[in-house]
T-cell receptor, first 112, second 116 residues
């Protein structure tokens, strides 16, 4: 079953705008990760935030984690056409031997 | 960064045939590999966890005899879709963990399987 639910399902923005997507999960986690997938390709790891962290930055990416609400957000600032992709959150459950459970994903389209 | 190679990228086969997909970690030893399945515009569904030298652990609802997984070495895991049918058509992706204790996964580029 899906551990993470994401919203929005799809997001269309102009270059230069910020893109924000959210992820909610149901059970206790060790960490939460965000991945990016270009159409018809594998996934690329973007950022990992641990359960004891609240915010993390990597370049134009900003991730927050609220364990009390069991939610996370990914912000892409100053978006570019090359950011067009699907973005997935993934959680590592505390007793799962490191298995990743993926959310439904947010499809982001950035138009020039 | 670590590289995971998945082959083939796409395959078309007739119903009833078997298809083997390979997943190789090129520059690191992967003690654990995961196999996912993805339908169009949907998320990844974990099929099984493959540990080198032991039997794969399948997720609930995944047929072991249908999807044979072999992790014979620290750099290679294979998924064989046996007696494929049109409903097996999907995008299959493997991923590998570099070593125990690391959480980040490295993904192959995926295999699009189309069963006619």
């Amino acid at each position: 079953s899906q551990q993470g639910e994401e919203d929005p399902q799809a997001l269309s923005i102009q270059e230069g705008e910020n893109a924000t997507m959210n992820c909610s999960y149901k059970t206790s986690i060790n960490n939460l990760q965000w991945y990016r997938q270009n159409s018809g390709r594998g996934l690329v790891h973007l950022i990992l935030i641990r359960s004891n962290e609240r915010e993390k930055h990597s370049g134009r990416l900003r991730v927050t984690l609220d364990t009390s609400k069991k939610s996370s957000s990914l912000l892409i600032t100053a978006s570019r056409a090359a950011d067009t992709a699907s973005y997935f959150c993934a959680t590592v459950l505390t007793d799962s031997w490191g298995k990743l459970q993926f959310g439904a994903g947010t499809q982001v389209v950035v138009t020039p | 960064g670590a590289v995971v190679s998945q082959h083939p990228s796409w395959v078309i086969c007739k119903s009833g045939t078997s298809v083997k997909i390979e997943c190789r970690s090129l520059d690191f030893q992967a003690t654990t590999m995961f196999w996912y399945r993805q339908f169009p515009k949907q998320s990844l569904m974990l099929m099984a966890t493959s540990n080198e030298g032991s039997k794969a652990t399948y997720e609930q609802g995944v047929e072991k005899d249908k999807f044979l997984i072999n992790h014979a070495s620290l750099t290679l895991s294979t998924l064989t879709v046996t007696s494929a049918h049109p409903e097996d058509s999907s995008f299959y992706i493997c991923s590998a963990r570099r070593q125990p204790g690391t959480e980040k996964l490295f993904f192959g580029s995926g295999t699009q399987l189309s069963v006619l």
